[in-house]
């Protein structure tokens, strides 16, 4: 395939295209480097469909965008319905039921999901389209990205920023962003900020006590959420920063947070600002019907 691929490209005088042999499951590929994936009926022949998409989302851009045409179960199909509509290896009895596509993209990170049935390929199966787009409506942070203290004025973008990290399923085991009182209620006031880029909220950092004994006064938790239009362009790690010159300044010397496994970003973020992972607690809670671990994470300052 890939000897006809190169001659139909030779023959067409198409001298920028290129063929690489890899696997869909681990795509040969730096991070970051790919404006669009298209797939052509493929994916539904893997095994490994949640790879394949946190795959497809390692090599995106930030605003990249994946285009999907395939065959599509209905969610409601049994795995030994599946099989028997020949829906994939994927679908072998005995499995745990695969999550729907839509839960596997959003858990893979991606946003502005939209699927569109097309023709029917059998009882509840259907051909489908997937386009995925995220929206890049921020510009660039530029020069003009600052770090204010958080106040009541922000609340309705934090909370917007909030609930747009809930949605995507990888961010927390919150299911809905509670109403500011309750927000501002559970957060120490001392260490919350957000990051202004062109005049408006692109994300939010906030630590709440770990607990009220005294010997866990210098420990805080965290969370860090960026505006999914402006990922990508060092904001998280500016409010990390920001949280971490705050938490140090008050003498607490110790960061703490959990990241479910599958938030890539979100743990390599965390990294890159110091944090070192401290253990994973496996099913340690259910989120959405499924069991989900929890990497914990901590970052001392050098100062212990
Ligand atoms: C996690 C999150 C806060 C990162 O914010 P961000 O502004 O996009 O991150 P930054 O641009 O500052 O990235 C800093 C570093 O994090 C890492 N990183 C960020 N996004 C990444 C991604 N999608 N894949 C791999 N690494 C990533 C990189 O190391 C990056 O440094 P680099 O650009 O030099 O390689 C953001 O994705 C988010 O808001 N997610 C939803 C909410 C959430 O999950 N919060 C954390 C809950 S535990």
Known sequence: MLDLARANARAAGAGNAEFLDGQIEAIPL?????DVIISNCVINLSTDRPAVFAESFRVLRPGGRLGITDILAEDHLTP??????????????????????ATSLTRAGFTDITITPAQQAGAGLHSAIIPRRQALTMPSPGADARIEPMTGGHADAVLAIYQAGIDE?????????????????????????????????????????????????????HS????PAARGRGIGYLLLDALIA??????????QSGIFPENIASLALHQ???????GTRE???????????VVLIERRSPAV
Do not use: K, M, Q
Request: charged share 20%; hydrophobic share 40%.
């Open 224 to 227: 860090v959420y960026v505006h």
């Open 30 to 34: 730096p991070d970051r480097s790919v």
């Open 80 to 101: 030994a319905e599946r099989l028997e509509r020949g829906a994939g290896p994927a679908a072998s009895p005995g499995r745990p039921p695969s999550p729907s596509t």
């Open 246 to 255: 705050s938490t140090e300044a008050a003498g607490n010397l110790d960061i």
């Open 283 to 293: 099913r340690i809670g259910r989120h959405h019907g499924l069991w989900r671990d």
């Open 272 to 278: 890159a600002a110091g944090f070192r992972v401290v």
């Open 169 to 221: 399923g990888n961010a927390t085991f919150e299911t809905r962003a509670p109403d500011w009182a309750v927000f501002t209620a559970a957060r120490l006031p001392a260490h919350r900020y957000v990051a202004i880029t062109h005049g408006r909220v692109a994300g939010w950092v906030a630590a709440s006590a770990t607990s009220g004994r005294c010997v866990y006064a210098g420990v805080v938790e």
